[in-house]
Nanobody, 113 residues
């Protein structure tokens, strides 16, 4: 089992960028499909981006063209590059395996002027 810890969130103005990182413990990170999920207040958690063991990606329509997911298996790290951020991107962002296991603390992203 792999444990994941998110970082990189913060407050950003609309149109700005952030890069989230997710550090994985253990040596099995490369064997998992992993993804970024988010949960906005009062809404269900949703899958934003997914990357497979073979590095194929799937991006939700709501963020397609703005968000990019990548992984560095040598560093046991998952990334989410978020560009052209919108207020509706405000949420707590989580990384997890796919399908998900136990949830971590997440990292807050707030897009506001």
């Amino acid at each position: 089992q792999v444990q994941l810890v998110e970082s990189g969130g913060g407050l950003v103005q609309p149109g700005g960028s952030l890069r989230l990182s997710c550090a994985a413990s253990g040596s099995l990170f490369s064997f998992y499909a992993v993804g970024w999920y988010r949960q906005a207040p009062g809404q269900q958690r949703e899958l934003v981006a997914l990357i497979s063991r073979a590095d194929s990606t799937n991006i939700a329509d709501s963020v397609k063209g703005r968000f990019t997911i990548s992984r560095d298996n040598a560093k046991n790290t998952l990334y989410l590059q978020m560009n052209s951020l919108k207020p509706e991107d405000t949420a707590v962002y989580y990384c997890n395996t796919h399908p998900p296991s136990a949830w971590g603390q997440g990292t807050q992203v707030t897009v506001s002027s």
